[in-house]
């Protein structure tokens, strides 16, 4: 038979356990996994640079998944900000401008493909980042992964700059993000031997290995590599992914991922 006392001593030892398991941070650096009194703890100890990661639900020829610029800009941010060591992720906005759908032009041609207006997701955009401001976030960084709608981040960052003016609290995008991922990767691939009609500029060589190093499950890798090769009417632009590994892909990740870090941080520093 326990005696009491050990009875009383053991319980209490188990609710100092349980309620200090409770008190540790989730091991997370998604907002929407965090609860409303985990996220203000973090932003009072300093995570205060939130990163909205912008994808675009579009085709991307018969290989990839329509949601890849959604996986590839959520997986990016989290590694961004488990880099930074002091910044959260927003929910990933799958929710862009691809182009007019009366009648369907570009991206829009093609099933599964999903547009709105410049207007709206600037207005989006905005209304998120004000909202974080008003949480006490100091850096709202977004990180478009498509090209389509890069001037219109940029004059949403402009925008909210010019109204915060004098307030502790900044929009940027930075350029490196997109670049690395588009021109900067490109040119990576050419350094390896690899060709500009191989390369592409959507749904080629370059995108089908950045996808693989990211969410492989999107991708038809199989039937890609056992097909002709693809064109324009199949969603193809100038390229040919049928070489794409994920070993590829990482190399462009990686490049993605310290270029971003690097523009951040030199931008934030001293704010």
């Known amino acids: 038979m326990i005696h009491p006392l050990r009875r009383a001593f053991a ?30 703890d973090q932003v009072q100890a300093g995570k205060t640079t939130i990163i909205i990661p912008i994808g675009g639900t579009e085709q991307s020829g018969p290989g990839i998944a329509v949601g890849k610029h959604n996986a590839r800009a959520a997986w990016l941010a989290q590694k961004i900000a488990g880099q930074l060591g002091n910044a959260l992720v927003a929910p990933v906005m799958a929710y862009v401008p691809e182009g007019a759908y009366a009648p369907p032009q570009s991206h829009m041609k093609f099933p599964g493909t999903i547009t709105i207006p410049d207007a709206a997701f600037e207005q989006i955009l905005t209304s998120a980042a004000q909202s974080f401001a008003v949480h006490g976030f100091k850096n709202v960084v977004f990180l478009g992964d498509h090209g389509g709608y890069q001037n219109d981040v940029k004059h949403v ?26 021109d900067g990767y490109a040119q990576l691939l050419r ?18 290995s950045l996808q693989l190093a990211v969410a492989p499950q999107m991708v038809r890798l199989d039937r890609l590599k056992a097909g002709p090769k693809l064109g324009a009417a199949d969603g ?10 994920a070993a590829l892909g990482q190399a462009g990740i990686d490049a993605i991922v310290a270029q971003t870090v690097d523009a951040i941080r030199k931008d934030t520093a001293g704010r």
């Open 191 to 208: 350094q390896r031997g690899f060709r500009d009609d191989e390369i592409g500029t959507h749904a080629g060589l370059a995108d089908t």
């Open 236 to 245: 193809v632009y100038g390229g040919d992914p049928r070489r794409s590994s």
């Open 11 to 40: 319980f209490a030892l188990l609710l100092v356990a349980t309620q200090a398991g409770f008190a540790q941070a989730p091991k997370t650096v998604l907002l929407e996994e965090l609860t409303w009194t985990e996220v203000r």
């Open 157 to 182: 960052v402009a925008q909210l700059n010019k109204t915060w003016g004098g307030k502790p609290v900044h929009a940027l995008a930075p350029p490196e993000y997109y670049q690395a991922s588009s």
